[in-house]
Structures are given as structure tokens and as C-alpha cells.
């Protein structure tokens, strides 16, 4: 005959067990009844379990993420702990300590690294000379009459008329810049065909530039 104690309660046709019962069965009952869930073999005469008494096996634990995919477990152990309040002195509490390998970041799709999401606190503190430059339009009312010129014979017509209109409204209509007016625009007009691919277009801007306009003498400016 054997020994076991009683782990949850079990009842039969002829008898009832309630937790914490020791009872005594054959050795065939104590040993498909002593599985460490039901019960456990005990010796001795104060049914304390005796050092030889079956014990559960227990498998590592499964760990799922909130997307649904398994973790990859690296480490587990089971450790004992104190039972919870109201809980039977009897009884032995264990909980699993986990250790898992959190998945990659997700590649793109040619199958480089995708770049962790930037903190906007970061994008604050940033060196501000790490930031884009940032270009300032010209303005003819910080320069002089040929540094406006001079300016103006290297863009196109609209950047051309910008810069005119600018000098014309708001800044001091300087007579050496208005009466060149409509040979910068001829010019800036003859560049933009240039850059569109016209030869003769070219040409022609270069010889503005050179001449003043055209001439036979290059024009002699005075500012």
C-alpha cells in the first residue's frame, strides 16, 4: 500500500477527497493518482511527501506578442514564490522567469534596414548647421548699382523682372539700372533660350553680355 496527499479535490462512486486529505491506496492507484497535479506520494506517518515523490515536468513556456507571432524564448526558469494571500499553507507556488529576443526592425523592401522612427525631442536639439540652407533671393537694395548689373546679366527673364520690380517699388528706381532695363531683359530672355538649347540663343547672350547690347564696341558703363 502507498500514501498520497490529496492536491484537488476527487470524488468517485464509494469516496470523496478533498485537498489536503492523505489516504492511503494501492500502489497502482498511488501511482496513476500521483501525477504532481492531483497528488503527490507522501511517507511517514505525518503524510509529509517523502523525497522520492513524483514531481511535475514542466516545458518552456510559449511567449506571443501583441502582433500574434512567437518570440523566441532564450531563457527560462521556474522559481518559487510566496503564495498568494488566502492561499493553503500546503501548497507549493512556482512562476516562470522569461527571457525573450525581441524581433528585428522590419526591412524594406530591398531588403535594407528600415530606419528607426526619428524623436521629435532630436529634430529639436539638432546642430543647426546639420540643418538645409536655406537660399536668400536677391535683393538689389542691398548692393550696389554693379553688383545689380552684374547680377542680372547671369539670370533669366523672370528672375530678371523680379529683381527690376523690386528696385523699381521698393528700393530707390536708380537711374543707372532703369535705363538698362530693356536690354537686361533682351539678354535674360536670349539665356533662357540658351539653356533651352538654342545655339544661336547662346550666342546671342554672349555677345549682350560682352557688348552691352550687341554693339560693334563693347559699351563702356558708368556706375
Known sequence: MARIRVLEA???????WAPGDVVEVSEEKAAAW????????????DGVPGEATAS???LPPVVVGEDGWELEVVDATLEEAEPPEGAEDWQQWVRWSVTVRLPAAAASADGDQAPAPSDPADLEN???EQEAEVTTPFDPREHTN???LAYLDTVGEQE???VLEVEATEGENRAGIAKMRD???????LRDQAEGGSQLGAEKAADYSRGGGGAETPETRSW
Open 10 to 16: 476527487i470524488a468517485g462512486a464509494d469516496f470523496s
Open 34 to 45: 500521483a501525477d504532481g497535479h492531483r497528488a503527490v506520494l507522501v511517507d511517514g506517518e
Open 56 to 58: 511535475a515536468s514542466h
Open 126 to 128: 539638432e546642430d543647426p
Open 146 to 148: 554693379k553688383e545689380v
Open 160 to 162: 530678371a523682372l523680379r
Open 183 to 189: 536690354q537686361v531683359l533682351e539678354a535674360a530672355r
